[in-house]
């Protein structure tokens, strides 16, 4: 879609800021570097490159609203908002991932190489490294701190849980952060008690919900017992807890994430009408993450990037046709990308910007002590290949672990302007790339874009939701907006 700058030749030009350009259906998108973008017809579009677009000419107005025009002041509104844009460079790393356990009571098809069985427990992280860990963490300059426990299943390793936040709690004392935690597990082994104390220390309780009851059961098998009925009964009773506490059941409830297999490719409909029966009004619909699998597992359960894409835009359709009919349901890939193409903010999401957030905005904590970029170099790591360990606790400071140079050959390999392919692209502003997935299926940190399926899979994604904006229907256009709605969610930071 996107043509080479270079090959762009007009006498317009020197009148106008650095832009992208490529083409939605028959129209012709442009993008600058603070993500303002106007969509013009071809010959509007001309007009613009040799200088001849009318000044009366209502895009001609929305170009210069957007500082496509060169200008002082322009451009001063452009670093403006490119500033804002990228506010998430100053502030170090505040997503800490804490793998409590390797240990875990499920069994799911796309799980990974480093699930080891409940009996075995010198998989857990003892209380001693949990509370050294807790140290590095708030040696974070980030004044946001959140600490999310993963494994296994962090409910195994419940003691453990349980410490990390009480000390964290206690330190924040003096540190005055704002402290957040989010517990992600498959909710089979909760209880009262534990729920009680997540509720007393407002943890963002995450699950999995990979569809219906069939979808769901054929993903994530229990020994004993449906995994789906636990999922949902615990979900419900984790939402009316949280109701309890006299707080918004639109703001907070579980949040549910569902990953894709091949088996549910078949389900795209379905999975949406699962997710609006249970409640939920927002559905993650999340490619299977390609780190260490078996090839014989992948080769069973795996799709191609066009499988998933044809999956996902009938589920999108689909949303935007109950939307129309006034049932609220969203999804969260898309509404991470229109926010940042609609509004003027970044949602910071760590595995979608420039640079990505690989040891300068989340950092993961291994049972062992073992330190990493992220979960998905650690996932590696249990595969054998320690490529992304950026220390050992307790051996490394904060400093030693975010000036290691693997947290700079990250940045510098996520860094779009630095990747041939991404640096014209026209979806450059609002696009981000993996260094541990390159690795992983591409042999290296620097990805080759026209055969990376990450690639592809957003470049679609984004040629979808500017192509439905492009439809110029005003209800489509205030559904995808309404996506971008950010709102508070304070109490999950309180521990007072
Ligand atoms: S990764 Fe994103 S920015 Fe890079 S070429 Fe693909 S769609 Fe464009
Ligand atoms: S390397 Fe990949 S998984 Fe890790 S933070 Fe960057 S984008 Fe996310």
Known sequence: ????????????????SPF?????????????????FVLLSQEEFAAL??????????????????????????????????????????????????????????VCVYCHASRRDVSEDSFDMKPELARQVVDTIFESPSPVINIEFQGGEPLVNWETVRFLIDYSVEKNRTARKKLEFSLVTNLSLMDDEKLAFLMANNVQICTSIDGPKEVHDHNRKLLRGSSYDQAVQWLRRADQAYREKGLDPDLYHVEALLTVTRKTLEHPREVVDEYIRLGRKAIFLRPLNPFGFALKTFQSIGYTSQDFLRFYFEAMDYMIDLNRRGVEILERTAAILLTKMLTPVDPNYLDLRSPCGAGIGQVAYNYDGTVFTCDEGRMLYQQGDDMFQIGTIPESRFQDLIGDPTVKA????????????????????????????????????FGQMPTNDRCHIYHSILEYLFGRIAEGDKQVLDILTKWTIVRDRSVFFSHD
């Open 1 to 16: 879609m996107a043509v080479s700058f270079g090959t762009l030749k007009g006498a317009g030009l020197e009148r106008l």
């Open 20 to 36: 992208r350009y490529g083409r939605i259906r028959d129209q012709v998108l442009v993008t600058n570097e603070a993500g303002g």
């Open 49 to 106: 490159v040799e200088g001849t677009l009318a000044e009366d000419n209502p895009r001609y107005q929305e170009l210069q609203s957007k500082h496509f025009f060169r200008s002082d002041a322009a451009t001063a509104s452009l670093a403006r908002d490119y500033a804002r844009k990228n506010a998430f460079l100053f502030s170090g790393p505040y997503l800490h991932i804490v793998i409590v356990t390797l240990r875990c009571n499920e």
């Open 410 to 445: 990250l940045a510098v390999a996520s860094c779009l302007d630095n990747i041939p392919g991404c640096v014209d692209c026209v979806f450059k502003p609002y696009c981000g790339v993996c260094p541990v997935y390159n690795y992983a299926q591409q042999g290296g940190i």
